[in-house]
Every structure is written in structure tokens, then in C-alpha cells.
């Protein structure tokens, strides 16, 4: 059977036209971030259509695209309509990273992105993601190697520093513009903290003052206000957005109206809501090779966020087990719609989220 999304076939081994990532984010400063479990192809997609400009891949482990592994394979995949994309690498090993850099830039990328930021054992017990932030020189020859290997533009993203008392800012800022790194994320925790507290937007105003490159502002935009705020605050050239956007990819929408001095847009309907939903879930059907149940699997995390705030969410939480196909998903979708109201008010608003704070990866 052709796929529902056969017009946007993969575009593996089309190199990418040259983008600037100051033009792109002048454009559409709001950029969906990596987030390793959700920002796949379906999700990238999802968040365009509600507002996304600049999109970032999962993090891929450079050593798994050069050795050919599927799930590497399946990451690293550029599709029609997907950009500009930045796709993101992970990895302690120079050379290795300019393999895997040059690999993606194969696949299409029109930015390779250098994780220096993730703080899970699983990455960084190899030396890579945010353990970078106490190798600031092996990060430098990492930077080097991957900006050697390709031709388009280069970024990096990392965390304020390893801990609070040990902040990287301006070492990074320093380092990075000497290797021709062309724009940075930061997100403003330190590796140490995790996702605990409250992002320090003052981290990104510092950062902002000591480079002279597009900087992606990043941690904790959940609210409509929140993004125009970040730039005001920070002077930031892009903001970032991850937790926020799970099951709420309509925040895209809320921060451009902030931002374009527009009122905010309404809600979506329910019936839009449910489209949005089943969209999602028939481009991850897609995605994965039209395996529908390993699709409904991989689904459920995504439904209990784009449930949170409804009154049948928690109950929707306790039989996620069995969303096990297409039918099974519509019926639990709509019981918890049942709980919102009857069945005739598809055109009423849906309830505005629950913070999105508790979210954290695994590992
Ligand atoms: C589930 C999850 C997975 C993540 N995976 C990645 C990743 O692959 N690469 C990366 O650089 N950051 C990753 N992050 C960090 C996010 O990109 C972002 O920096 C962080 O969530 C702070 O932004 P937020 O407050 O908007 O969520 C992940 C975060 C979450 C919650």
C-alpha cells in the first residue's frame, strides 16, 4: 500500500543548501528542541504545522550512524518538507564525530548540532554530552573536527557548566567562536542540576554579551508569554522549546502571535485537537515502517501528555496498556473526550495544560 506521505519521500544522500541560522531565526525564532524519545520525524512534523520554524533531531550517537544501526539510520533520515532541520550528534571521540557529522550532512541536514548538554550516565559515562563541560579542550577538538568534516553550518549546545559553582559560559562562548562554531543553544542548568529548579535565563544574557553569533535561548518556555519574554530578557536570537511542546505543540502558535504583538490564538477545538492527535499517530504509523502496534507503543507517552489537564486523563493513564492499535487509540480518546462533554461539542475549546515541569528522561 503507498504511504499517506508518500509526496514527502526521504531525501537520504541530498546534501542540504547552504541556510543561515540568523536569517532562519529572524524569520521564526521559536525552535523545536532535541529530545531524545520525542522529537522524531512525526513530532518535528506535528510542531511545524503548529508554528515551529527551525526543527532539531533526537540526539544521534555518532558511533551508531557510522556503524549502520537502524534506529541511527531511521534518526538521521531527512524528509520532504522537514527544514530547515538541525541534526544533532553525540560522542567523545573526534574523529568518530566528524564521520557521523559528515554522514548526516549526507542525509540532508542543513545544521549538524554537537550535544554538550545531555546528563545521562548513558551518555556521558563515555565522555560525551554535558561530560564535555570538564573537557573543554577535548570539547575544542571535537568542535574542530566535526566543523572540518562538513560544510554546513556547525552549532553547538550545552548547559551553563557542570555545576553551579562551576559555570562554563564564557570559556564556551570563547572556545566556540575560535573553532567557527556559526550559533549556540544554551540550555541555562548546569549538568549537576539536571532538570531541577529553575532555568537561570540570566546564564543566557551572559552568553548573549560574549559572542557574536546567533544564540538559541533555552529552558523552561512553557506559556505563550514566555518566549517574547526570553528574548526581551536575554537578547537572545532564538528561543528553544522542549517539555512544553509534548502534547502541546500549539504553544509554537502562542509564542509567534506573543511575539508578532498579535492577541493570543484561541485554544484548539476539540475536533481540531483530535485531528492534531490522530495526525501524530498515523505519521509515527508511517514513520515506523506502518507497524501500527509498535506505533500505539510508542504513542502512549505522547497521548498522556496531550491528555494532561483533561478530567479523564488519569483514568486515560491507568489503560494506556491497552492502546494496542488505531481502533483501541480512538476508543480511549474518546472516552476522555466523553469526560470533557457531549459528544456534539466538538467545537469547544480545549482546557489549557498542566505544567509540564515533572517530565524528565530517563537515564
Ligand atoms: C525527554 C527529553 C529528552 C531530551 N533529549 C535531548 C537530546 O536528545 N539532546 C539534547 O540536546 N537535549 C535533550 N533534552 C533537553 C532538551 O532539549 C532541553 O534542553 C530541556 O528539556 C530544557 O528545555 P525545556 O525546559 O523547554 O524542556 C531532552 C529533554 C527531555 C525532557
Not at 557542570?162 to 566556540?176: D, F, N, Q, W, Y
Not at 486515560?316 to 466523553?338: D, M
Request: proline share 8%; charged share 25%; hydrophobic share 40%.
Amino acid at each position: 500500500m503507498p504511504s499517506r506521505y508518500s509526496d514527502a519521500p526521504p531525501i537520504v544522500g541530498r546534501r542540504a543548501p547552504r541556510v543561515d541560522l540568523r536569517s532562519i531565526l529572524a524569520a521564526n525564532p521559536f525552535v523545536a528542541a532535541p529530545m531524545d524519545g520525542y522529537s522524531d520525524y512525526p513530532f518535528r512534523a506535528i510542531c511545524r504545522q503548529c508554528g515551529a520554524g527551525l526543527t532539531f533531531t533526537e540526539m544521534i550517537p555518532a558511533i551508531a550512524l557510522t556503524f549502520g544501526a537502524k534506529d541511527a539510520r531511521r534518526r538521521v533520515r531527512v524528509h520532504g518538507g522537514d527544514e530547515p532541520l538541525a541534526i544533532q550528534i553525540e560522542g567523545s571521540k573526534p574523529d568518530v564525530m566528524a564521520r557521523g557529522a559528515a554522514m548526516a550532512q549526507d542525509a540532508g541536514a542543513h545544521i549538524i548540532d554537537v550535544n554538550a548538554g545531555c546528563p545521562s550516565r548513558r551518555v556521558t559515562n563515555g565522555g560525551a554530552g554535558a561530560a564535555l563541560l570538564s573537557d573543554l579542550e577535548l570539547m575544542a577538538r571535537i568542535l574542530r573536527a566535526v566543523r572540518d568534516a562538513v560544510s554546513v553550518p556547525v552549532t553547538l549546545k550545552f548547559r551553563s557548566g557542570p555545576s553551579t559553582g562551576h559555570l562554563v559560559i564564557e570559556e564556551v562562548a570563547r572556545m566556540a567562536q575560535d573553532c567557527g562554531i556559526e550559533g549556540l543553544t544554551l540550555h541555562a542548568r548546569t549538568r549537576t542540576q539536571g532538570y531541577r529548579g529553575k532555568a537561570d535565563w540570566t546564564h543566557i544574557a551572559r552568553l548573549v554579551e560574549r559572542v557574536d553569533l546567533p544564540v538559541i535561548g533555552n529552558g523552561d518556555v512553557i506559556q505563550g508569554e514566555d518566549g517574547l519574554r526570553m528574548i526581551q530578557r536575554t537578547g537572545c536570537t532564538g528561543v528553544m522549546v522542549g517539555r512544553g511542546a509534548i502534547g502541546n505543540p500549539w504553544l509554537f502558535g502562542e509564542l509567534l502571535a506573543a511575539w508578532k504583538g498579535l492577541p493570543p490564538p484561541p485554544r484548539p477545538t476539540r475536533a481540531q485537537w483530535l485531528a492534531t492527535v490522530l495526525d501524530h499517530y498515523d505519521r509515527m504509523t508511517d514513520y515506523l515502517g506502518r507497524d501500527p502496534e509498535l506505533a500505539a507503543r510508542l504513542f502512549r507517552k505522547h497521548l498522556s501528555r496531550y491528555t494532561r489537564g483533561m478530567r479523564g486523563a488519569v483514568s486515560l493513564r491507568r489503560q494506556l496498556a491497552s492502546v494496542l492499535n488505531r481502533p483501541s487509540l480512538l476508543a480511549a480518546i474518546h472516552a476522555v473526550l466523553a469526560d470533557e462533554g457531549p459528544a456534539d461539542a466538538m467545537d469547544q475549546p480545549m482546557p489549557e495544560p498542566d505544567e509540564p515541569g515533572f517530565l524528565v528522561p530517563e537515564g
